[in-house]
């Protein structure tokens, strides 16, 4: 913020955007206040700033070429009134002030076109949250993850829930979860599994929208250039409300059962539950492995439920095939994280067979059933 010491000019107030926060919004994060009161010259330039920009605010109302027209008009005449009050005699004088006048109707033109573009080419601004919002408003220590291969990657969290990330997307999230709750900040889409622990509920932030769990499985499609949010729940319960830094949000919440989705349209800030999945076409051509493929087994070779687990996961399973040919299961995986699918399955084996997991490759130790 050191860049505004130089501010001279009304029209540099005018272009600062946290100027226009301050003003319009009553937010004051850089400390504009303070900083005005230092120095009683800046303090009648940013007096002159603010009851120019306020002259100039536009309402959320649609915007005509008449009405753009009209508050220019009624801007300047404000303006003109102002200065004709303390209007030197000199011509000199009068003729500087007419210049300087007319680059700021200029100005506020401009701005006011600009509005008119953006207020019709565009999500609506104040319903419209970025990514990287979500990062800064979080004051812990993250780690991101970025997916630009062309298949999805398994993401391992400290508390043992599983993320499939989908390439071109990004999931941060703390090293380690401290705290009451386990966050999560995405971008794009994946399919979580979340490890179970009702003492510290499990939040994914997404664009406009944030869903609460405990412990389920569930996928998230928030792509940034894209107008809607979709969430689609496999196995538990999941909650979806507003994010906060949704100017217009409400406290509204969805829940969400298995085999139920939810389309949430960002420029309206509208929440759709889907109860049906397999009416809603686009859903239903969405769905992938992982959503579809059954975790139930009783009493299957031990060489499916692993051919199970990569397709759904798009791993590669290296395990010793000779000394567990003759291995047959009998177990349900369908809720548990995929870190907990492969304890299970090493508990149920027997002995001392242990796994190990490296990005999309999973060793299988072990020296066969018992």
């Known amino acids: 913020m050191q860049k505004r010491n130089n501010y001279t000019e009304i029209e540099d107030f005018l272009a600062d955007e946290s100027f226009q926060v301050w003003i319009l919004s009553k937010i004051d994060e850089q400390g504009w206040e303070e900083w005005t009161l230092e120095n009683r010259q800046r303090a009648k330039l940013v007096e002159d700033a603010r009851l120019l920009l306020l002259a100039m605010k536009v309402t959320d109302t649609d915007l005509s070429q008449n009405k753009i027209h009209e508050a220019l008009e009624a801007t300047w005449n404000k303006i003109e009134e102002k200065e004709n009050y303390n209007l030197n005699k000199k011509s000199k004088v009068k003729f500087l002030k007419t210049y300087w006048l007319s680059g700021i109707a200029a100005a506020i033109l401009l701005i006011f076109i600009s509005l008119y573009i953006f207020k019709n080419?565009?999500?609506?601004?104040?319903?419209?949250?970025?990514y990287n919002e979500l990062i800064e408003e979080n004051n812990e220590g993250l780690v991101e993850q970025t997916n630009n291969s062309v298949i999805p990657q398994t993401i391992t969290l400290s508390d043992g829930s599983s993320v499939l990330l989908q390439?071109?997307?990004?999931?941060?999230?703390?090293?380690?979860?401290?705290?009451?709750?386990r966050k999560v900040y995405l971008s794009g889409e994946a399919f979580?599994?979340?490890?179970?622990?009702?003492?510290?509920?499990?939040f994914?932030?997404?664009?406009?929208?944030?869903?609460?769990?405990?412990?389920?499985?569930f996928r998230?499609?928030?792509?940034?250039?894209?107008?809607?949010?979709?969430?689609?729940?496999?196995?538990?319960?999941?909650?979806?409300?507003?994010?906060?830094?949704?100017?217009?949000?409400?406290?509204?919440?969805?829940?969400?059962?298995?085999?139920q989705a939810l389309r949430f349209i960002r420029k309206d800030l509208v929440f759709n539950k889907i109860t049906n999945i397999t009416k809603d076409e686009a859903l239903a051509h969405s769905v992938?492995?992982?959503?579809?493929?059954?975790?139930?087994?009783?009493?299957?070779?031990?060489?499916?439920?692993?051919?199970?687990?990569?397709?759904?996961?798009?791993?590669?399973?290296?395990?010793?095939?000779?000394?567990?040919?003759?291995?047959?299961?009998?177990?349900?995986?369908?809720?548990?994280?995929?870190?907990?699918?492969?304890?299970?399955?090493?508990?149920?084996?027997?002995?001392?067979?242990?796994f190990e997991m490296n990005g999309n490759q999973i060793t299988i130790h072990s020296e066969g059933c018992y």
Not at 209 to 216: C, D, F, M, N
């Open 121 to 130: 080419n565009s999500i609506i601004t104040n319903t419209v949250v970025t």
């Open 167 to 181: 390439p071109k997307s990004k999931l941060s999230y703390s090293k380690i979860f401290i705290g009451n709750e």
């Open 192 to 202: 979580f599994e979340i490890s179970k622990n009702p003492k510290k509920p499990f």
């Open 204 to 217: 994914v932030y997404a664009n406009e929208i944030v869903t609460r769990v405990v412990g389920t499985s």
């Open 220 to 259: 998230i499609k928030a792509y940034q250039d894209q107008q809607n949010v979709e969430v689609l729940v496999r196995t538990g319960k999941v909650r979806v409300k507003s994010n906060n830094l949704v100017s217009n949000s409400t406290d509204h919440e969805v829940t969400l059962l298995p085999n």
């Open 288 to 354: 992938g492995n992982i959503e579809q493929l059954s975790f139930e087994f009783n009493d299957i070779p031990i060489d499916q439920i692993f051919e199970t687990i990569e397709q759904a996961y798009l791993v590669n399973i290296d395990y010793p095939k000779d000394k567990l040919k003759d291995c047959h299961l009998t177990t349900s995986l369908s809720d548990q994280p995929l870190p907990e699918k492969l304890k299970i399955i090493c508990k149920s084996i027997g002995g001392d067979s242990t």
